[in-house]
Each structure stands twice: as C-alpha cells, then as structure tokens.
C-alpha cells in the first residue's frame, strides 16, 4: 500500500481538502490526520497519536544531508502516527563501521535478508582522503555492493533529478536501470603508476589467452 502524509479538514461543503504536512499550513488544523494510501477513504483516515503499528522493516541510517532529512520525515511525520517499534535500526555511517570493524554492516545484510523489507539512506565509501579526515582505521568497501551481494539484488532503478532553473543538457526525465553484475563492487583494486594495464582472458579449453583490453598509463596514481 502507498504511504501518503496529509491532514484534512471539512469545508462548508463537506468535502475534504488535503494539506502535506507542512507547519506553515497545519499549525491551525486540528487534530492531524494521516492518509494511509493516494486514493484516501474515510476509513483510511487515523489521527495523531493513534500510533497504528508498522510492519517489519530495516532501516539504514547513512550520514551528511540526506540522514539529516531523513531524520525530521520519521521524527516528525512518521512516528507521530505509527508504532515503528518493529523496526530494526542500522547505523551504516563510516565511523559506525570503523568503530565496529564493519560489523553493522554485516549485521545490516543478515537483517534484511531474515526481514525482506529495507529502507537505505545514502552512504558513503570512503576515499583515501575521507579515511584521513574522519580519522578512520582503514578505508572500508561499499557497503551497496555487500547489500546487493547478501541480497542476491542485480539492478538498480535510479530516476534523474531535475532541479528548476538548473539546465541538464536534456529535457525529459529519464529512468536509468543499471544491472550491477560483475560490476565494479566485485572487482579487484590496486593502486599503481605509469605504466600498461591489460586485461587478459584465459580460456577453461586449453586454448592460448588473449589480451581482451590495453591501457597505457601515462600518470602516477591511476
């Protein structure tokens, strides 16, 4: 079922006007109200504090702007009408993962596998420079790549955010669908120099290997 916050109020009419839970216009309505799907019933109408109790969830608190945001939708527009007592809560910040030895992220994937249902804010892998700054103990992998590969997940859907005012060099949204396959998450990593990378494939037959790809690298640390 869709989740949509609002509140309503009767008019003269009788009809119901529908109001986001902004402060600026429900600080005169009373008593809030919660629609429970888009296509709101009366039925489908509870009241603040009637606490209706959540199913199940893992949620994964990430850091920076995006948890901060996150922070104030469930703080202020969701535990006032829902018991999330339910849920199970996972701190997937860098210094969360230092401090644990990557062990919340472990605890994170098992979770969701047991649970089936996840909420992720954004996280962050960290640079070499990022492991300086927060004074980390060692520069940790991404954590999407262990979600996907604990979850058995192969794509990710991502929509284009369209900022007004902001030129994209394009005008019509567009819906990426990318299959994290033996991406980028799994694969090996060095730091090196100047130098030729080459990409070899050794075939299961006994036949002779060939280069598949050939870069020159003409800079230090690539």
């Known amino acids: 079922m869709a989740l949509r916050l609002g509140t309503s109020r009767a008019s003269a009419s009788g009809a119901s006007k529908r109001f986001f839970l902004d402060r600026s216009l429900t600080a005169s309505i009373s008593p809030y109200r919660c629609y429970l799907s888009t296509e709101a019933k009366v039925d489908d109408i509870v009241t603040i504090g009637e606490n209706i109790k959540a199913p199940p969830m893992v949620y994964i608190a990430g850091e920076e702007m995006t948890h901060y945001a996150s922070q104030l939708i469930v703080e202020q527009w969701i535990k006032p009408y829902f018991d999330t007592s339910a849920w199970e809560t996972y701190d997937l910040s860098c210094k969360a993962r230092d401090e644990s030895n990557d062990k919340v992220l472990h605890d994170a994937v098992e979770a969701g596998k047991r649970i089936g249902a996840i909420f992720k804010e954004p996280t ?11 004074g980390l103990s060692k520069a940790y992998g991404s954590p999407n790549g262990a979600m996907r590969r604990g979850w058995n997940g192969i794509t990710i859907s991502r929509d284009t955010i369209h900022i007004e005012g902001v030129k994209l060099g394009y005008k019509d949204k567009v819906f990426f669908e990318r299959h994290a396959v033996g991406g980028e998450y799994g694969a090996g990593w060095a730091q090196v120099g100047k130098g030729t990378l080459l990409t070899t494939y050794l ?8 280069v598949v790809d050939k870069r020159d690298l003409t800079d230090d640390n690539k």
Do not use: L, N, R, W
């Open 203 to 210: 075939p299961d037959d006994g036949s002779p290997p060939f």
């Open 124 to 134: 962050i892998t960290p640079s070499s420079i990022q492991v300086k700054e927060m």
